[in-house]
């Protein structure tokens, strides 16, 4: 087949082209499938076809005897357990749902389980008007009334403040700003405030209603309001936690040391690091020398000594089990790190944390795929 | 009954100002409100020189007697549609001014659309909504240009549903499909707080006069069963 390259490139190779090839096939019948779209259905279908997904699939009544039949199942499964059926918890529900119908299965959400009635059916929105046709809601015609009359609302507080503001400055008061702390609270994402307000929002509308609150946030007397604004915003776990580190330990002749663990791939080492010594090592009962008769490996075990140049001063004893020769290793390096840490400044753990000395490897063994001969490696490609 | 429903339903359709809205406002409160203050004469919309009474240093200056009689038949024309309890929808693009429409509307107990209007919700209601929705009965315009100064989608989408429409319509504003036009200032907040004012008391009007109507009918309806209770004088309508 033909391509004007335009410029004069050199052909690519064949695989490549045939790669390329079926790329573009593959995006022109997405195009294909985009314009079909467009022919057979119109923007609003997309948008709210709430006709077409039927009339309501849970109503009211449907609900309350789901819930009715779930008190009374939850009494029988007291009694058959030979619970008191006044202090029967969820908790004892679900314990009781485990032992008497065992599941193999991976997925929790594939198990059977028994739950309130109001967490298994979602929330829906029930007819928004009256017999007479008339709509509840008073912005029912814009078509998202819980969104509108959010930012109505919104607003609203945003012109309360505004009017006190200018009560204090005809007074003569000048508000002063108490700096909030920012750093532990978020805003509302958008799928929690759908959640909210159990309606579709696009990425504009949410824009805009976090464009609001933080005007609102930053008016100088806006603590009149904190509570509506305390509704929007959630608090974010501290993420940085320290580590402490562990004090020196002493054992019968008065010597420091202290324990460290560490694990590589499927080693699991533990290593005693005594304070006063002369760089000997010992694995598992065995001098290093004969446990790793190969350099790298004994390189490894040298590098945090290495690295706080402390190569001559500390004896180490360790055990290690599981793995291969370059994974135990690598398990002791981790684990004599984490013991020197008692035995030096915060500073220095901070450069053995930027070195690397402090993070477990998280890289194990990827496991073969079917349809190929190893993780990556694919069966040999036969062109007829 | 039937006989009593009639009577309710054709009684203020006798009278040219049932609901007497003239006395809502007056020439002075229209000045004062500055509804009388156009665009420059550059925006001025062909159709609407009927209604200006001049120009003044390139402004337009809208004819406030014209506007009075407009003003009076659209008042009336609201009052009969909240008498008869028809769905009326406040609808208005003006940013400066969608809060106090909306606490308008909600205030009255109707409907307010001051956003971004969606194409088919009048024309494609019941796939929007769903079915067995009910329209509105009356659409009142307190802007009828949208942020693109533009005619607003819902005059041409009312008139394509056979839906009446009120409208204050400004010097650069096309007054064509809208079915009671009211020439005058959109833009000054003085004028848009004078006409929700005025729309508001409308509507609380008619709604009252219509519950004092049944109430007074079912008293009626019920002495009539009871001979022995002496007959109340009839209190005039």
Redesign the interface.
Known sequence: MERSDGVGRAQRPDRLRLQHQKWRQFNYLLKEIKTLRLIYT????W??????SGPEKYTEAFIKKQIEEFDLGKRHLANMMGEDPETFTQEDIDRAIAYLFPSGLFDKRARPMMKHPTEIFPEQRK???GE????FH???????QSY?SLM?ET??KL?NVQKHQDQLAAQGISPQKEKKNLVGSRWVTKTELEGMLLEKLSDDDYSRFIRLLEKLMTLPCSDIEENYIKKFSKEIAVQLQKVSVEPLKYDEQGVAFSTGEGVRKTSRATAVVYGSGTGKITVNGIDVLHYFPVLQDREQLLFPFQFLDRIGKHDTTCTVSGGGRSSQAGAIRLATAKALRSFVTEKEVEFMRQAGLLTVDPRVRERKKPGQEGARRKFTWKKR | PPDLEDKLLTEPLRHPDFFNVKELFSLKDLFDARVHLGHKKGCRHQFMEPYIFGCRLDQDIIDLDQTMQHLQLALNFTAHVAYRKGIILFVSRNRQFCHLVESTARECGEYAHTRYWQGGLLTNAHIQFGPGIRLPDLLIFLSSLNNVFEPHVAIRDAAKMNIPTVGVVDTNCNPCLITYPIPGNDDSPTSMELYCKLFKMTIIRAKNKRKQIEVFQDLQSQEKHDTSRPVLAEGQA
């Open positions: 119109t923007t609003a279908a948008r709210k076809n709430i006709a077409a007819i928004q008007w007479d046709g008339r709509p008073f912005l029912f015609y814009t078509g998202k509108y109505h607003y609203e012109l």
